[in-house]
């Protein structure tokens, strides 16, 4: 088994970050597509995560009935309404202008917050037929459908499965994380983020150097997609937007933990950790 390299903050400035000086549309556009009426919350947090890690445009697409609360409640992104079934979970139907919104985007997440099989399957669908060489990161329920669409991912796209997810992708009960993100990697030609590891289809390992207990919250998994979508949408190559987004997201937990406690921070309050930390990491 490979050993994975550490992901200390000399390691990560292997990577430098792109240049941040220039305007909105320089720093990349953010598609999130999910959020089913009773979770819209997951596509706010991720929108959080993508602009806190320097994204400069964020489109939220969710089902239709929480899209005017969802656009109210973040004045700073714009709002897609999905075509929603009456219990709420989108139909997988593309949303006016969705493919606009694809072929505009530097990176689509898709995934937080789907909560039904086949509209996370069709979304999914749509995403990778349009996406033409925009960067993809999927997660959450978009995840459970990959193995029945049968598909080969586009070159560069991101995986994002907790623990469950990544058990579930290779059919076991439970998984070793180290291995499961090499298979995974391996498996899906993507690179992979899972359980503080980041896996890269040619073999190669990575591990962040720091993770709290405190990380294993309601929502932590959306910031983190949401952070490393913004890097992608940045124009980080995928093994480096997982690589400093898993960093930022451990080290964030680290310093909330230190500040307000073990247990109990909230997955939004990581991404207020973000700015300082990328220019930590960056200098
Ligand atoms: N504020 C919010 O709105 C929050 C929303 N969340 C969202 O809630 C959703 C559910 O999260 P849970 O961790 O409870 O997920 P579950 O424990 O229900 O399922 C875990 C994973 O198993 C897979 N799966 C489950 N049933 C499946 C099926 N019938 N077909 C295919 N795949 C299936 C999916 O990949 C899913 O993400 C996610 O979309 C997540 O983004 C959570 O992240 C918590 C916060
Ligand atoms: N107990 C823990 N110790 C260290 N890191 C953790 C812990 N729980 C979660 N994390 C980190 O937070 C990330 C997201 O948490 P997780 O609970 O898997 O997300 P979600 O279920 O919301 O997708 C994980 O991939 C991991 O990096």
Redesign the pocket.
């Known amino acids: 088994m490979t050993t994975p390299a550490p992901l200390t903050p000399a390691a990560l400035r292997d990577w430098p970050l792109p240049d941040r000086s220039g305007s909105k549309d320089d720093r990349g556009g953010v598609l999130v597509i999910?959020?089913?009426r009773?979770?819209?919350?997951?596509?706010?947090?991720a929108g959080y995560a993508a602009l806190r890690v320097g994204a400069g445009r964020l489109t939220l697409a969710v089902a239709e009935s929480v899209a005017p609360s969802c656009a109210a409640q973040f004045p700073e992104a714009g709002a897609l309404a999905l075509p929603e079934r009456p219990d709420g979970s989108p139909t997988g139907a593309a949303a006016p202008g969705m493919d606009r919104e694809i072929a505009r985007a530097d990176a689509v997440i898709v995934?937080?917050?789907?909560?039904?099989?086949e509209g996370?399957a069709a979304l999914l669908s749509t995403v990778l037929a349009d996406a033409d060489g925009t960067a993809v990161l999927i997660?959450?329920?978009?995840?459970?459908?990959l193995p029945?669409l049968g598909v080969t991912l586009p070159a560069g796209t991101v995986l994002t499965?907790?623990l469950?997810?990544a058990a579930?992708l290779l059919e076991r009960d439970d998984v070793d994380p180290e291995l499961a993100a090499g298979q995974l990697a391996a498996r899906y030609g993507a690179v992979v983020s899972c359980a503080g590891l980041i896996a890269h289809p040619d073999g190669r390992l990575w591990a962040t150097a720091s993770g709290h207990p405190g990380l294993g919250t309601?929502?932590?998994?959306?910031v983190l997609s949401g952070a490393i979508g913004g890097l992608l949408a940045g124009g980080c190559p995928p093994e480096q937007a997982a690589s400093w987004g898993t960093a930022l997201h451990a080290t964030a937990g680290d310093r909330l933990a230190a500040r307000i406690g073990p247990l109990g921070f909230l997955?939004r309050e990581l991404t207020e950790e973000f700015p300082g930390l990328l220019v930590e990491f960056g200098a």
């Not at 997660?139 to 459908?145: I, K, Q, S, T």
Request: without cysteine; glycine residues 24%; proline residues 13%.
């Open positions: 999910g959020g089913a009773p979770t819209p919350g997951a596509v706010l947090l995934g937080p917050g789907l909560d039904e099989p996370a997660d959450a329920f978009a995840l459970g459908v029945g499965p907790n469950t997810e579930r309601s929502g932590s998994g959306d997955a």
